[in-house]
């Protein structure tokens, strides 16, 4: 059974988001790993935890694999937006997912999601696709329409066990965003 789930709260002073999760229920219990995964997010982004205590904002099984990944909230970083980055876990213990960009470095990568009244960014856990999909848009100055739009698609390779940027589904995830932001935020 695959369930997806989209939660919109895009408004002028929103969010946007999605929380997608494949079956019942996430197969990794990552309030009880909490510790573990703030203690993990410290060593590998130094800005972990400078303003509240790292969280997870929203857990999927991105991968396909049964075992559900987590978005980690930094608890830092903007005036609007919040850090964030994947994490999965690996041997038993949760690890901060890789990432290779379109210039075929791989890292961790920090995400930003919030929103002001000129500026937004969203992250989205696709299990459908199994990729997480970053987005942006601004605001043209009179506050009327967008101006620009756009995104990033990192889909789950599972023999490198990284997420890789994949062009053409986030020239296809980034239409369907950026029609969809379009539209709520001319809206309102």
């Known amino acids: 059974m695959r369930t997806h789930i989209v939660l919109a709260c895009v408004s002028m002073l929103g969010c946007a988001g999605t929380l997608a999760i494949q079956g019942a229920s996430p197969t990794v219990d990552w309030k009880s790993i909490l510790p573990e995964v703030q203690s993990v997010a410290k060593k590998e982004f130094r800005d972990a935890g400078g303003y509240y205590p790292v969280s997870i904002s929203r857990v999927a099984d991105v991968t396909g694999e049964g075992t559900s990944e987590a978005l980690i ?16 876990i690996e041997d038993g213990k949760p690890v901060v997912a890789l990432f290779r960009g379109r210039d075929g470095k791989v890292s961790s990568t920090e995400f930003l999601e919030g929103a002001s ?69 001319t809206a309102n």
Not at 131 to 143: E, H, I, L, N, T
């Open 73 to 88: 909230d930094f608890g830092c970083c903007g005036a609007y937006a919040h850090a964030m980055t994947v994490m999965r």
């Open 117 to 185: 009244v000129m500026h937004g960014a969203s992250v989205e856990l696709d299990a459908i696709e199994h990729a997480v999909f970053s987005a942006y848009w601004d605001m043209k100055s009179d506050g009327t329409k967008v101006a620009s739009c756009g995104g990033e698609a990192y889909q789950w390779n599972a023999a490198a066990k990284r997420f890789d940027y994949n062009g053409r589904l986030s020239e296809r995830l980034t239409k369907d965003f950026c029609r969809k932001i379009r539209t709520q935020l």
